[in-house]
């Protein structure tokens, strides 16, 4: 037999609205005004209210509530990206937008699966959320997807469509290459060389063009032989920072398509005996600070300010859902975060 210490404590129900009028002493619709911020009701009246249901540690039914406004104030948040690189930073910006607004964000890791996504957006749209953030590992071009006619409105983060309807928020990619080319420039090197990623990448088509741009302007050639296609690894800049000395000795500085390759790019400039900055600068692209703030010497790179896109995603996406009409590719500016790899000028 267990003792009256071990005997199950009986469940207490939580309090109702009607507990916290009976408490302040007022009818249920004037508890019901007060806590919703609605009717015209006497300040004193309404602080009383509010007092007795925290006391009571009163919930209100959010259910009720999104029927009152027409609004469930949520929002659902899908994701291919299973490593969270990338997106994680988007999500940070999206959760400390959207939490100012007291709305909740469902998020939905889909991890390239079609029929997993269908079945997600599915979910999300019986929950009738107010809106629709979908984010993606990579800026290439993916489908859209179906919310149907009346679907809640939906913004692409770090994502893009062929959609002209569609808003997409990207990164200024060629805007952040033209950043790190300048101060390249600005610091005096004149014979630059460019360590990238694949080819079919659209990030590395846009980064080129900034680079080749700022390049054309100064008058200063690089020829194809400098410019080095290959995988996003670390390995790839090792060997890839080994072919271009073979060839070119007067290399004095490399920008590199992404953090990961500017560290292998630097770890072989070294064992070649060659001092960073001042015989080679090197600048990465995504300022990952795990790996920029580590390397030796420390990494200049590009920020793609990821937390920025994810705050200005949320924002638009509460003026959709208010009515506001939005679409286009809208790319966001970078920043160029100067450590020692380059110098400090």
């Not at 005004?33 to 004193?44: C, I, V």
Request: charged content about 25%.
């Amino acid at each position: 037999m267990p003792t009256d210490a071990e005997q199950p404590r009986p469940r207490v129900l939580p309090p109702t609205i009607r507990d916290v009028a009976r408490a302040a002493g007022v009818s249920v619709g004037t508890a019901s005004k007060a806590l919703n911020d609605r009717g015209r009701l006497r300040p004193e009246t309404r602080e009383r209210v509010r007092a007795e249901a925290e006391r009571l540690e009163f919930r209100p039914n959010d259910l009720i509530k999104s029927l009152l406004r027409g609004r469930t104030f949520t929002v659902g948040l899908i994701t291919t990206d299973y490593f969270g690189r990338f997106n994680m930073p988007v999500i940070a910006g999206i959760e400390d937008a959207l939490g100012s607004a007291e709305i909740l964000v469902f998020l939905c890791n889909v991890r390239d699966d079609a029929e997993r996504e269908r079945k997600v957006i599915s979910a999300l749209l019986a929950k009738k959320v107010d809106g629709i953030i979908v984010m993606g590992r990579s800026v290439d071009p993916r489908p859209p997807i179906n919310v149907g006619q009346s679907g809640p409105p939906v913004v692409y983060a770090f994502s893009r469509v062929p959609d002209p309807a569609a808003l997409c928020l990207l990164p200024d990619d060629a805007q952040g290459a033209r950043l790190a080319t300048e101060h390249l420039l600005r610091s005096g090197h004149r014979h630059l060389a460019h360590i990238t990623g694949p080819t079919d990448r659209e990030a590395v088509a846009s980064r080129w063009t900034g680079m080749s741009a700022v390049l054309l302007e100064h008058r200063i050639e690089l020829p194809s032989s400098r410019v080095l296609y290959g995988a996003w690894t670390e390995g790839w800049g090792y060997e890839a920072v080994g072919q271009l000395l073979e060839q070119e000795e007067t290399i004095d500085a490399i920008l590199c398509g992404s953090d990961i390759i500017a560290r292998g790019v630097l770890d072989g400039l070294r064992e070649r005996g060659r001092a960073i900055p001042n015989d080679v600068a090197v600048v990465g692209f995504d300022n990952w600070e795990i790996i920029a703030t580590q390397t030796r010497p420390p990494l200049t790179t590009v920020d793609m300010n990821l937390h920025d896109l994810g705050c200005v995603a949320a924002e638009r996406l509460l003026a959709m859902v208010e009515g506001a009409q939005d679409s286009g590719i809208v790319h966001l500016p970078c920043s160029l975060v100067v450590r020692e790899s380059c110098g400090s000028r």
